[in-house]
């Protein structure tokens, strides 16, 4: 299953909340890395 049919389907389930999580940790991740 492709990574977006495994987010749409998060969105689905209401798991928005942790899918924006996982969002903010990678975004924090790459704006630090430097």
């Keep these: ?3 977006d049919n ?3 389907q998060k969105l689905l ?3 928005y ?3 924006n999580i996982e969002l ?3 975004v924090i991740k790459f704006t ?3």
Excluded: E, H, I
Aim: charged content about 35%; proline content about 11%.
């Design 6 to 8: 495994a987010l749409a």
């Design 17 to 19: 909340s942790l899918v």
């Design 13 to 15: 389930d209401g798991d």
């Design 1 to 3: 299953m492709p990574p």
């Design 24 to 26: 903010k940790r990678l």
């Design 32 to 34: 630090c890395d430097d």
